[in-house]
């Protein structure tokens, strides 16, 4: 789906063609495909994507059974999709554990010729940071391989030719950074900014810089009033400054003991303080998923998405039109994916994604 943030923060035109379906007493619109223009300096760009998730896919979701079915026969999956795109914490490891029976799981789908992707919404690492927990992990990944949220954030910039003149301020950590700076762009705040206080004092006028272009808030543990006055400032004063969002996660994992404050809570703050909605580039919006596509030149159709989170990993599939695998090693449990509340339903769902290797045995 098309943020807001690009209608709030440039001059902008959506011409959405919308099909609409009806699930009970619930009505389903899916846009089907839409272009918008903006404008940098009184320069017009038109943009035009389509959305894969309408049409057929709408009618393969409204005639679906009721219930996510069981993952049983491995194969069968296996042999519909050429990629298999993974979540990463919850799905191939926890913390800094990696769950038992993934390194034979990705080998097996390597023997079969398949195309492996890891795409995560944790912005606070780059995808060279990322590459080096695979390799502490003993598992072989290439940084090609390899998509968080804080890449997606570059990636973006540089899809809508961000000028190079410009600024990006950053609340989140180093991981954005690094991106920033692989992707020639320049920036300022992050962690250094966490140190950072405002001596609230009579006449105290709190400057910033005219150069930013955009603010990109992501997970940061370094967040403060600070940083939420000057990105709050750069979006309300500067002339057309994006606001970008690595994810709107709610909740993370730093511990296995307990849910912590996501990504969302500092990207909620800049919302309030703005009143202005973001461009999201991580999960669940389908920016990587199209990247990915382009980039490898894959179909959609021939995608697996792999997840934990059914509100970020498996809306991200079902939005980018792939195929959906479940898996409750992570944060959801059967229970929340079978609650009358729930209105996410992936194609299937499965324990653990070693259970490719159990159920290719059983189907055998």
Not at 26 to 43: I, Q
Not at 105 to 132: A, I, M
Request: hydrophobic residues 40%; glycine residues 8%; proline residues 3%.
């Amino acid at each position: 789906m098309l943020s807001k943030a690009v209608a709030s923060a440039v001059s902008t035109t959506l011409t959405p063609t919308t099909t609409s379906k009806f699930i009970g007493l619930k009505r389903v619109v899916c846009v089907s495909s839409y272009s918008f223009s903006f404008k940098w300096n009184n320069s017009f760009e038109t943009k035009s994507f389509k959305c894969q998730s309408g049409g057929s896919r709408m009618e393969k979701f409204v005639t679906r059974a009721s219930a996510a079915q069981p993952l049983k026969n491995a194969d069968q999956l296996i042999n519909s999709v050429e990629t298999f795109i993974f979540d990463c914490d919850g799905v191939i490891w926890k913390g800094d554990k990696l769950i038992d029976g993934v390194p034979e799981t990705l080998d097996l789908l390597r023997s079969k010729g398949k195309r492996l992707v890891f795409v995560t919404n944790n912005s606070t690492k780059s995808r060279k940071q990322y590459g080096k927990k695979f390799e502490t992990l003993g598992l072989n990944i290439s940084e090609e391989e390899i998509f968080a949220s804080s890449f997606a954030a570059a990636a973006y910039l540089k899809s809508i030719d961000f000028p190079k003149d410009k600024k990006v301020y950053v609340i989140g950590e180093d991981g954005i950074l690094k991106e920033l700076e692989l992707a020639g762009f320049q920036y300022l705040g992050g962690p250094e900014d966490g140190a950072k206080k405002i001596e609230l004092k009579p006449g105290f006028l709190m400057e910033h810089d005219k150069d930013v272009g955009a603010v990109v808030v992501g997970f940061d543990r370094y967040f403060n009033y600070y940083k939420v006055q000057y990105g709050t400032l750069c979006i309300r004063e500067n002339p057309e400054c994006l606001f970008i969002a690595t994810n709107r996660d709610a909740v993370t994992h730093l511990t296995d003991a307990q849910e912590w404050a996501g990504g969302g809570s500092m990207v909620g703050a800049i919302l309030g303080s703005t009143q202005r909605e973001p461009q999201v580039v991580g999960k669940p919006s389908t920016f990587m998923m199209d990247y990915v596509a382009n980039k490898f030149g894959i179909l959609k159709s021939q995608i697996c998405m792999v997840g934990d989170r059914l509100d970020t990993d498996i809306l991200f599939g079902q939005n980018g039109g792939c195929k959906t695998l479940l898996v409750l090693s992570g944060v959801t449990s059967l229970s929340m994916l079978q609650s009358p509340n729930n209105t996410i339903l992936p194609d299937f769902y499965t324990n653990k994604i070693s259970d490719f290797l159990s159920l290719k045995a059983a189907a055998v």
